[in-house]
Nanobody
Framework: QVQLVESGGGLVQAGGSLRLVCAAS????????VGWFRQAPGKPRECVGA???????LYADSVKGRFTISRDNAKNTVYLQMNSLKPEDTAVYYC?????????????????WGQGTQVTVSS
């Protein structure tokens, strides 16, 4: 089993920055690929990006150049640095983990989920 806890959400003005943190416990973290997802009211959950066990990353086109995912295996932690935030980035953000080496965007491929953290970007 893997437990994931997100933190770092909040209210920020457009153009601002936030760093979300996903803390993991329960299984060897270095064996897990981790994804960040978000869900806005009335919209489907979408993958913001993901990071592999080795540190390779992928990003949604909507956040490329603004968001950066990194991980610290020694701390069992994955980060989502969000810069140049826009009102359309407002959503609940979730981290999710999967056992395997590939980084994928499909939410159905992730085995473990955190409870989510709210990010609100005001215009």
């Amino acid at each position: 089993q893997v437990q994931l806890v997100e933190s770092g959400g909040g209210l920020v003005q457009a153009g601002g920055s936030l760093r979300l943190v996903c803390a993991a416990s329960g299984r060897t973290f270095s064996n897990l690929a981790v994804g960040w997802f978000r869900q806005a009211p009335g919209k489907p959950r979408e993958c913001v990006g993901a990071i592999s066990r080795s540190g390779s990353t992928l990003y949604a086109d909507s956040v490329k150049g603004r968001f950066t995912i990194s991980r610290d295996n020694a701390k069992n932690t994955v980060y989502l640095q969000m810069n140049s935030l826009k009102p359309e980035d407002t959503a609940v953000y979730y981290c999710a983990a999967r056992i395997g080496s590939a980084i994928v965007a499909g939410s159905q491929l992730y085995n473990y989920w955190g409870q989510g953290t709210q990010v609100t970007v005001s215009s």
